[in-house]
């Protein structure tokens, strides 16, 4: 056998091409072992071994472990995978008492430019393909295990929305061949209003998060860039479409940074923009990226900041940050230029 795709880009019937001279329920057995049972090829016992080899070769992983990285006491883990023609991306696992979320890339890079995120300051490389995000998935499940992943949020590099039909089916095999509930599932947009439409439309009760970082126009086209094609309004239309249609809850992710975001007409403007979508605000102390420059607000401001808005009726909680020591935080995702190199080389 060939090598003909990537281990976790080919569906059942393609599997079931591969071993046409096998008995039939084969291709099911295989399928079901790399997806729910985690497992490679040559960890599949219950196949001869002969064939365990052949798979081995024909199905190869499309990641390449280029770094791995651990903090947190063991809890937080970060990888960085060189891929197919020479980019690269990072995944994150990280651990918690009640739950075990993957953080997920969906492109090498990213085209948004939002100037304060570590992936828009490096610009976008390439769309990942379906199995690129699914292995991220199993990959994190084998390091969790015994413990199995409960939560995958698409919140890695690049734009889930900007890569949709790929990014989308590995949500169904994430669902349907992994095991885990769509609702555990958390897709996050800087705001691609046809992309928020078509999610709308899509019959997987996945979870939405939009990163909003400023209500106010003006300010949101400075920082995060693609609001002058899809600015305010348009973006609260389709949310509270969204919201309609779906009668889930919607979530707005909230970097704050000070001076910037932080002031108590920011709070305001956040509140009236969000009240009415009932969404829940997720604030973030802004991470340290190399190419912006502003602080992130004071403690004592994200404290005040959450509890105003929780005062004007928007739920309002801070997202724990995990990983800062080895740049595995919201916004600080970027394939180090030493993998990227190293990539090039080979
Ligand atoms: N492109 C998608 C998926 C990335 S999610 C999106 O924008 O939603 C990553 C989250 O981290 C986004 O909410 C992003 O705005 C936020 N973020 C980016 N840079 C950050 C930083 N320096 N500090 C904290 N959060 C940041």
């Known amino acids: 056998m060939e090598p003909m795709a990537t281990r976790y880009d080919v569906d059942v019937e393609e599997i079931a091409e591969l071993l046409s001279s096998q008995p039939s329920y084969r291709s099911r057995q295989v399928f079901d072992a790399?997806?729910?049972?985690?497992?490679?090829?040559?960890?599949?016992?219950?196949?001869?071994?002969?064939?365990?080899?052949?798979?081995?070769?024909?199905?190869?992983?499309?990641?390449?472990?280029?770094?791995?990285?651990?903090?947190?006491?063991?809890?937080?883990?970060?990888?960085?995978?060189?891929?197919?023609?020479?980019?690269?991306?990072?995944?994150?696992?990280?651990?918690?008492?009640?739950?075990?979320?993957?953080?997920?890339?969906?492109?090498?890079?990213?085209?948004?430019?939002?100037?304060?995120?570590?992936?828009?300051?490096?610009?976008?490389?390439?769309?990942?393909?379906?199995?690129?995000?699914?292995?991220?998935?199993?990959?994190?499940?084998?390091?969790?295990?015994?413990?199995?992943?409960?939560?995958?949020?698409?919140?890695?590099?690049?734009?889930?929305?900007?890569?949709?039909?790929?990014?989308?089916?590995?949500?169904?095999?994430?669902?349907?061949?992994i095991g885990i509930s769509a609702r555990k599932v958390t897709i996050s947009t800087v705001g691609i209003v046809p992309g928020i439409k078509k999610l709308t439309e899509d019959p997987l009760p996945v979870n939405l998060a939009v990163s909003l970082h400023s209500a106010n126009d003006r300010r949101r086209d400075e920082l995060v860039p693609i609001n002058k094609r899809y600015p305010l309004g348009m973006l609260a239309d389709a949310c509270s479409d969204y919201v309609e249609a779906t009668h889930r809850r919607l979530s707005f992710e909230w970097a704050l940074i000070d001076g910037v975001n932080d002031t108590d007409r920011d709070i305001d403007e956040l509140a009236a923009y969000a009240r009415p979508l009932k969404a829940h605000v997720n604030v973030i102390p802004l991470n340290p990226t190399p190419g912006y420059l502003v602080r992130g607000s004071s403690r004592e401001r994200v404290n005040e900041f959450v509890l105003a808005l929780n005062e004007q009726d928007v739920t309002t909680t801070v997202r724990a940050t995990r990983g800062r020591e080895i740049a595995a935080a919201c916004g600080q995702l970027a394939a180090p230029v030493s993998i990227t190199k190293k990539v090039d080389q080979s």
């Not at 490096?122 to 379906?130: D, Y």
């Not at 991220?136 to 698409?154: D, H, I, K, L």
């Open 34 to 177: 790399l997806y729910s049972g985690l497992r490679s090829p040559n960890e599949m016992t219950n196949l001869p071994k002969d064939l365990r080899e052949e798979l081995e070769v024909a199905l190869p992983l499309a990641l390449r472990e280029e770094a791995k990285q651990v903090t947190d006491d063991g809890e937080t883990t970060k990888w960085a995978y060189g891929l197919e023609g020479g980019s690269a991306i990072e995944t994150v696992l990280m651990s918690y008492k009640q739950r075990v979320t993957v953080c997920v890339s969906t492109q090498a890079g990213c085209a948004m430019a939002c100037s304060f995120c570590a992936t828009g300051q490096a610009g976008f490389t390439r769309q990942l393909t379906t199995g690129e995000i699914v292995e991220q998935v199993v990959r994190a499940g084998r390091e969790a295990s015994p413990r199995r992943v409960s939560n995958v949020v698409f919140m890695g590099m690049g734009e889930p929305m900007a890569n949709y039909e790929p990014m989308m089916e590995a949500v169904r095999r994430i669902n349907g061949a």
